[in-house]
């Protein structure tokens, strides 16, 4: 099957420093990457929808200007943490989807742990 | 706009036994609905998903889930829960080409 890597799996950072983290399709092309925000035993949130070679859509209330995505790729989309502060500590997953109409399907990597302190 | 609930926020069940779990959904138009599990480490994978037609779909790992139009439901089932089902469980409904989320529920396998 599709395998999404992302790196890294976990990131310690200090208050006020940026953190990228990559998500990347090992096996195949994805045009459309997504990032999620999942909080501790809560569902996951959408931010964003990374698509190849265009500026990603952010979801409402979401900041672009703090979470940074760059899809400079078909296998890589990246997604940058400017000014990290505490609140900011969460666990980050990708995802890139393959098909369409009843083939489409979301391929999920396994997540990269933040912690801001 | 859409949402989907899964009432339970945590199931233990005992090996061997069944499993149920609940998602209902709220969403204008016919939706497109989808079943994650999510293990510690892993990538959410897909265990089975719905678009249309048979309104019971099979998926991987021996689970299967029922689409049930007229209470807005799609609870997933398994007959027989092996230790290695313990897990997180998401339910998802599709909008275009984003998908929106359940809170989860967490499975709890005892021998």
């Known amino acids: 099957g599709a395998v999404v890597s992302q790196h890294p799996s976990w990131v310690i950072c200090k208050s006020g420093t940026s953190v990228k983290i990559e998500c990347r399709s090992l096996?195949?092309?994805?045009?459309?990457m997504f990032w999620y925000r999942q909080f501790p035993k809560q569902s996951l949130m959408l931010m964003a929808t990374?698509?190849?070679?265009?500026?990603?859509?952010?979801e409402q209330g979401v900041e672009k200007d703090k979470f940074l995505i760059n899809h400079a790729s078909l296998t890589l989309s990246t997604l940058t943490v400017t000014s990290a502060h505490p609140e900011d500590s969460s666990f980050y997953i990708c995802?890139?989807?393959?098909?369409?109409?009843?083939?489409?399907?979301?391929?999920f990597g396994p997540g990269t742990r933040l912690t801001v302190t | 706009a859409q949402s989907v609930t899964q009432p339970d926020i945590h199931i233990t069940v005992s090996e061997g036994a069944s499993l149920e779990l609940r998602c209902n959904y709220s969403?204008?138009?016919?939706?497109?609905l989808f079943w994650y599990v999510q293990s510690p480490g892993q990538g959410l994978q897909l265990l089975l998903k719905?678009?249309?037609?048979?309104?019971l779909v099979q998926g991987i790992k021996g689970f299967e889930a029922e689409f049930k139009r007229s209470q807005s439901s799609f609870n997933l089932r398994k007959p027989s829960v092996h230790w290695s089902d313990a897990a997180e469980y998401f339910c998802?409904?599709?909008?275009?080409?984003?998908?929106?989320f359940g809170a989860g529920t967490t499975v709890t396998v005892r021998a």
């Open positions: 998802a409904v599709g909008r275009g080409n984003k998908l929106s």
């Open positions: 969403y204008g138009a016919t939706p497109y």
């Open positions: 096996d195949f092309q994805a045009t459309t």
């Open positions: 719905y678009f249309s037609g048979d309104t």
């Open positions: 990374s698509n190849e070679g265009s500026k990603a859509t952010y």
């Open positions: 995802s890139a989807s393959i098909g369409q109409g009843t083939t489409y399907e979301q391929y």
